[in-house]
């Protein structure tokens, strides 16, 4: 099953491109300028892993419902370019959805760390990836403010160090642990090993 982004789906070279800037600036002796514009270096980085996911867009869609479309765009400039994006992410459990703050490092990672010359492997990265992108739970960023109002009102200075907001512990409680608890299916060495009990 595939869901279909909003708003005709997201231009993979530019948020490539953003994040990549946005890594250099923090990473920079001047942390505090962040830029809008993105250096050459990194258009070009974000120009090479866009051409290896277009290139892989027909077997990405077919085999992992990561849908991509080529589309031509106007510039700034009033140039018309053809660039891809992203219009599709698979379903891998009712309810639950990526992260979009996650988006741009996985598209670079899936250009990048995938082994696309070999089919096993292959399939391998695009899983971890996936994985990878899916895994972050929803935060609230309540957590820490929970924390630091325990670490004010505790007189030991030890506090309550949850790191789960409320909103989170929803999530996962009506969400994902029944999810997971209807898909799972474990092996029977994970009842002879004790990893899992029968009830």
């Known amino acids: 099953t595939m869901a279909m982004l909003g708003n005709e789906g997201v231009d993979v ?16 002796s001047h942390p505090k300028k962040i830029t809008v514009k993105v ?4 258009i070009d980085l974000a120009r090479q892993a866009t051409t290896c996911l277009a290139e892989k867009a027909p ?9 991509f ?3 031509q765009v106007q510039t700034v400039q009033k140039k018309a370019i053809r660039t ?38 292959c399939f391998e990265g695009i899983c971890r ?12 960023n309540t957590a820490f403010l929970e924390m630091e109002q325990d670490d004010s009102n505790n007189n030991n200075g030890k ?15 009506h969400i994902l642990f029944p999810g997971i608890s209807f898909l799972l299916v474990p092996s029977k ?6 990893a899992m009990l029968k009830l």
């Open 84 to 121: 891809l994006f992203l219009t599709g992410l698979p379903v891998l459990l009712d309810g639950h959805s990526p992260q979009p703050h996650a988006l741009p490092i996985f598209l670079l990672r899936l250009a990048t760390e995938v082994n696309w010359k070999e089919e096993q492997p």
């Open 39 to 42: 250096s050459k270096t990194n």
């Open 13 to 28: 070279m530019a948020v490539i491109g953003q994040m990549l800037q946005f890594e250099e600036d923090l990473n920079s």
């Open 159 to 173: 506090g309550n160090m949850e790191l789960v907001g409320e909103k989170a512990k929803r999530y996962i409680q």
């Open 189 to 194: 060495q994970n009842f002879s090993d004790g």
């Open 69 to 71: 479309e080529k589309r």
């Open 59 to 67: 077997m990405l869609e077919e085999y992992f419902s990561i849908k």
């Open 129 to 140: 990836e996936l994985a990878s992108f899916y895994a972050e739970a929803p935060s609230d």
